[in-house]
């Protein structure tokens, strides 16, 4: 389409779009996330549902989010009605975009309290006092921080700062050359704690707690917590990747394009699980222990390693841009609506939606200390938040994406878009029926309705 619905700028190139929607797709999700949910639900069966999930939800949907991202060319919401008029139908399609803005807006209010949690480890690394450090004293190091409100809040500040100051300029050069040297940076950390993983005691216990599925120890709720985590992890569902396809040019395969960047974001995720789950049994840990998992784990291995502080602070560093790069697709599709159609500058568009992330974060540093007893379904404010948008949200936008290209879109646009030769009627038939029926179903049975 070279129409008039030409409202942004395009990538360079493909790999430009590969290297964003990879900085997209790679973050805390691998790293943090994906670690400690794999604890939390019983290790191999979660895993082996979530890479079945990322392979016959998450891959289908992507590509079919970045194709209506490139087909519309702008914001999500805008994008949605454009479509839904070229496709005479009802222009209530737009709400998906709407929802989409929703979940990005939710999930960055945790994930930049999160991230500042990464940056104080840089500072925790580069201070020297972790060499050597036992299994004990890490978790005590990392329980004051979470019980310090005025810690948290200091660096959620900064890291959504640093990320509004970022997109205020607009997604494009920057955001290029930093992925193009974090992706391997962070690749090269990751085998490096894989190897000290492999030397340690516990190496032969973390792998078979992470690749032998026992599939009694997995409940309705974890399959739900893997789909969700999938679609999390990809960043599917609400909008980011659809708005990177809008800068993508005609006639790059968008199949390719995506295979590619899953297959980069799953195996981040596997190597961070890879490095994690040893330190765990090597030291008696408890791999249930949540989202402090790898704060409390890491820092052992850094301790023990000759240069450990200075890879430990790199590791972290490499951490920061991850999160960083993801940030920045979470807020962009709100802050590229606002200026399309509110007639604000980018930078107005940054500072309001900025600003409302980060009083919302309060509510996560608050989850961790003064309100960690409230509760609502058993769950902190953190946790629900996460739970809604993460194991809801996104599940309910990716089925919208779905739906949409399956059965709005004619048959003869999305072949077109896509081509992908004789691999398009595997795509059309997991888009329009085995995707949108798998996260109907298994959302349906975790909430109890079938
Ligand atoms: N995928 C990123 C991570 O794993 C986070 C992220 C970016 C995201 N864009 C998203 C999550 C869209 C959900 C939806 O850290």
């Known amino acids: ?160 700062a640093t990320t509004m100051a970022i997109v205020s300029r607009g997604v494009s050069g920057g955001l290029e050359r930093a992925t193009r040297f974090m992706m391997p940076g962070l690749f090269i950390m990751l085998v ?16 078979s707690f992470l690749f032998k599925p026992d599939f009694s120890r997995i409940s309705g709720e974890s399959v739900l917590v893997a ?58 840990l408890e791999p249930t222990m949540g989202p402090g998992l790898i704060f409390q784990t890491l820092p052992i291995a850094f301790g023990q390693m000759p240069g450990g502080s200075l890879f430990g602070l790199l590791f972290f560093v490499l951490v920061f841009f991850a999160a960083i790069t993801s940030a920045i697709a979470l807020i962009e599709p709100a802050v590229a609506w606002l200026s399309e159609n509110r007639a604000m500058s980018r930078e107005t568009a940054c500072l309001r939606s900025g600003l409302g992330c980060w009083l919302l974060g309060f509510g996560t540093v608050f989850s961790f200390n003064l309100w960690s007893e409230n509760t609502w379904f058993g769950k902190n404010f953190f946790e629900l938040v996460d739970f809604i948008t993460a194991n809801i949200m996104l599940p309910v936008g990716g089925i919208l994406v779905a739906l949409f290209a399956g059965w709005v879109m004619k048959r003869e646009v999305t072949e077109t878009e896509l081509e992908m030769g004789p691999a398009y009627s595997y795509w059309r038939l997991a888009i329009r029926y085995a995707s949108p029926l798998a996260v109907a179903l298994v959302t349906l049975s975790a909430i109890g309705v079938v």
């Open 192 to 207: 490096l704690l894989d190897g000290y993983a492999m030397n340690s005691d516990g190496f032969a216990q973390g792998i």
């Open 1 to 160: 389409m070279t129409d008039q619905r030409f409202l942004h700028n395009q990538w360079s190139s493909r790999l430009a779009f590969v290297l964003a929607a990879s900085g997209s797709a790679i973050g805390l999700g691998n790293i943090w996330k994906f670690p400690y949910l794999a604890g939390e639900n019983g290790g191999g069966a979660f895993v082996a549902v979530y890479l079945l999930c990322v392979v016959a939800i998450g891959i289908p949907i992507m590509i079919a989010e970045t194709m209506l991202g490139r087909r519309g060319r702008q914001s999500p919401i805008n994008t949605m009605l454009t479509l839904a008029q070229e496709a005479k139908t009802s222009s209530a399609w737009h709400y998906a975009g709407w929802l989409g803005m929703l979940s990005g807006f939710l999930i960055l209010s945790y994930y930049s309290v999160i991230a500042g949690w990464s940056m104080i480890y840089i500072f925790k690394m580069s201070s020297g006092y972790l060499t050597h450090i036992s299994a004990d004293n890490a978790s005590r190091v990392f329980n004051e921080l979470k019980s310090s409100p005025e810690i948290q809040f200091i660096w959620h500040t900064v890291f959504m």
């Open 227 to 284: 789909m969700g985590q999938a679609f999390f992890s990809l960043g599917l569902g609400m909008g980011s990747i659809m708005i990177y396809g809008s800068y993508l040019p005609d006639h790059v395969s968008i199949s390719r394009s995506t295979v590619f960047v899953a297959s980069a974001d799953t195996l981040v995720a596997l190597l961070a699980g890879v490095a994690i789950f040893p330190i765990v049994f090597a030291n008696h």
